[in-house]
């Protein structure tokens, strides 16, 4: 008899530490999922508090982003564009002889490798970068080559842009 009464408080005994440990178990996991809520909480709290903040500059984010490309009807239209315009400023940065060679398009709206060259004197050639660099955001420079042209005394560079273009439609 003593031995089943043992018997039956070390059974009282384990029921008690499995309901314990298991009691113990879903209060950790309430706890995880308490967590992640805040978490995610915390993290749309900071990217409202962002937005709001940045709310004046994103249009002026977002301009900057659509000027990285031209927007055009058609590619061909833009490299017409682009090249009366980059003769329009060579001439008038003092560079002469510019030529311009076109690589086969990928696809639409991808950049356009562009390769350019003239003769003319490196602070020219400087102010011409300068200046597409500045005013042409739609152009990425890639490569600038320079050499001499020692019968004339001058400076021949040899440019390689990429044009960067979208095609809009015109409706």
Request: proline share 2%; glycine share 6%.
């Amino acid at each position: 008899m003593k031995k089943n009464k043992n018997m039956k408080l070390w059974i009282i005994v384990i029921i008690i530490w499995v309901s314990a440990s298991f009691a113990a178990y879903r209060n950790g996991e309430t706890i995880d999922q308490t967590n992640g809520v805040k978490e995610k909480q915390e993290v749309y709290k900071l990217e409202e508090r962002f937005l709001k903040g940045q709310s004046n500059s994103i249009p002026d984010i977002l301009k900057k982003a659509e000027d990285l490309y031209q927007s055009v009807e058609a590619p061909k239209i833009g490299i017409l564009s682009l090249e009366r315009e980059l003769r329009i400023l060579a001439s008038h940065s003092g560079l002469e002889k510019m030529e311009m060679k076109i690589a086969a398009k990928k696809n639409e709206g991808s950049d356009i490798p562009v390769k350019v060259s003239f003769k003319g004197s490196l602070r020219n050639a400087v102010e011409w970068l300068g200046t597409v660099r500045k005013d042409y955001p739609f152009i990425v420079i890639r490569q600038v080559d320079i050499g001499n042209d020692l019968s004339r005394e001058q400076t021949i560079f040899q440019i390689l842009l990429n044009y960067r273009c979208r095609v809009v439609s015109s409706n």
